[in-house]
Structures are given as structure tokens and as C-alpha cells.
């Protein structure tokens, strides 16, 4: 089943409800996938073992707070993904894992659950006829979020190689750019390392919202940055100098 539930803003979130056995199947398969993320997780997965939103939210704010101090600004990509489970491509999914060395069994019968025609179940409802699926995982699962670490995996490590100045971190499903410096070196670096990140995203099939990416720090500085990122890369991100970054304040060291 794919229960949704309304989140604060109006919108769904969708959650899966697995079976009884497909849960207990993956509580016993808990160490193989483990066993796979004590290799492979960065540091930069702030939703790993030990870490938390709260964490990477704040240390972003205290860098950015710092930044201020030193007489310097702060500026950040907080990057908002059209629903990210709904949209990953199997086949994506797949080569990324095999690249990478993730338990292929394990994949190819959590995919079977995964992709499997769903019942769809909303708070006042239940949608009579299962709904056929050819893309997107289901969120809740106990492996749901490994997948996501499969997936991204590639593509942020080689944007933190590319744009060590501002570097992607992600929980989940959200992401977060960060650069401090002058004005000047903000317009120079920010940009071209969101750009980059966004392409390397739409390369693994993942789509980014227009509306819900924001560009959060002094509004002269965000909208320069804006224009820059829509005049030479073809992005579009809307731009705010007070914005929440995982539920904890955000204000460009303001």
C-alpha cells in the first residue's frame, strides 16, 4: 500500500506500507545493506549513523554566523526536489548499484516489493484499483533510504571534486550548497557549483523544483546569484534572505 499524508504546506507526502513478511524480510536482511553503508556512506550523508538534520542545519548556520564575524559573507543553495522517491529510475538505480557494488540479490528482490502495483490510501479514502508503476521507490521502508545513498552517491562525490568551495551536502533527500567569502567570490564559485550539481542530479534522474530551491542570503547578493544561475546555466531558483534550512533558521549570517 501507499498511504499519503498531508504535510504542514498542503502537499502529500507518500509513505509505503509493506507486508508483514516483506518488513520482516528486510529487518533480516538489515546487516547485508549495513554492512554495504559502513563502506561506502561520506561524511557529507548527514542523515548517516550519528548525525542528524539538526546537526547539519546547524553547523551550516554557525559556519555561516562565523563568515559574518570575520567580516565575510555567507550564501547558500537549498536545493528542493520535485517528490525524489516518485521520480528515481530504476534502471538508474540499478547500474548505480552495480557500480558500486551493492548487494545484488538483496536489490533485485526489494525492487520486486518496490515497483509492485500499488493500492493507493489517503487519509479519507482507499483507491479501489492497484495502481501499475514503472518508476520511483517507496518511501518508509527500511532500505528506501540506503537507496537513495546508491543513487546520489556518484553524482555529489563528484561535484564535491569538482566545486570544493562549495560543496553539496545531503539528508535524504535534501541538499544544501554552502560558499563564504566576499561578494565577488560568492558571484565566482556559487553558480557554477550549483549548476554543476544540478546537472550531475538530472543525469541520475533526479528533478529539482524551480519553486521550492532557494538561494538564502543577502537579497542584492541572492538575486545577482539568481540571474546568474538563469542567464548561464538555465536554472531557476527563487531567492530569500530568512528561509528555514531542515526546520532550523536560516539567514545568511544576518
Given amino acids: ?14 509513505i509505503g506500507l509493506g507486508t508483514f513478511l516483506f518488513r520482516l524480510w528486510q529487518k533480516i536482511r538489515a546487516p547485508v545493506t549495513r554492512s554495504w553503508e559502513e563502506v561506502w556512506t561520506q561524511e557529507w550523508d548527514t542523515a548517516k549513523k550519528g548525525s542528524s538534520a539538526i546537526k547539519a542545519a546547524l553547523r551550516r548556520a554557525v559556519v555561516s554566523e562565523v563568515a559574518v564575524l570575520k567580516g565575510q559573507l555567507s550564501a547558500a543553495v537549498l536545493w528542493d526536489f ?4 516518485d ?3 530504476p534502471q538508474v538505480l540499478i547500474q548505480h548499484a552495480l557500480e558500486l557494488g551493492y548487494p545484488a540479490r538483496h ?3 526489494s525492487l520486486q516489493v518496490h515497483l509492485a502495483p500499488r493500492v493507493l490510501v489517503t487519509e479519507s479514502a482507499q483507491h479501489p484499483d492497484p495502481v501499475v508503476v514503472r518508476n520511483s521507490i517507496m518511501a518508509g521502508f527500511t532500505d528506501s533510504v540506503t537507496l537513495t545513498r546508491v543513487l546520489l552517491r556518484k553524482a555529489i562525490s563528484s561535484v564535491r571534486d569538482e566545486c570544493p568551495e562549495a560543496p553539496p551536502e545531503v539528508y535524504v533527500d535534501d541538499m544544501a550548497q554552502m560558499a563564504t567569502g566576499d561578494r565577488e567570490h560568492l558571484l ?3 553558480p557554477p557549483a550549483a549548476a554543476c550539481l544540478h546537472e550531475a542530479i538530472s543525469q541520475a534522474g533526479g528533478i529539482f523544483s524551480s519553486k ?6 543577502n537579497i542584492k547578493l541572492a538575486r545577482d546569484i539568481a540571474r546568474k544561475l538563469a542567464r548561464y546555466h538555465g536554472v531557476q531558483v527563487k531567492i530569500a534572505q530568512n528561509t528555514s ?3 532550523v533558521d536560516f539567514a545568511g549570517g544576518k
Avoid: E, H, Q
Fill in 212 to 217: 521550492g530551491t532557494i538561494v538564502a542570503t
Fill in 245 to 247: 534550512d531542515l526546520g
Fill in 107 to 109: 536489490l533485485y528482490l
Fill in 82 to 85: 520535485t517528490p525524489f522517491f
Fill in 87 to 89: 521520480t528515481i529510475l
Fill in 1 to 14: 500500500k501507499l498511504a499519503f499524508l498531508t504535510k504542514p504546506n498542503g502537499d502529500d507526502r507518500s
Fill in 188 to 190: 565566482k564559485v556559487l
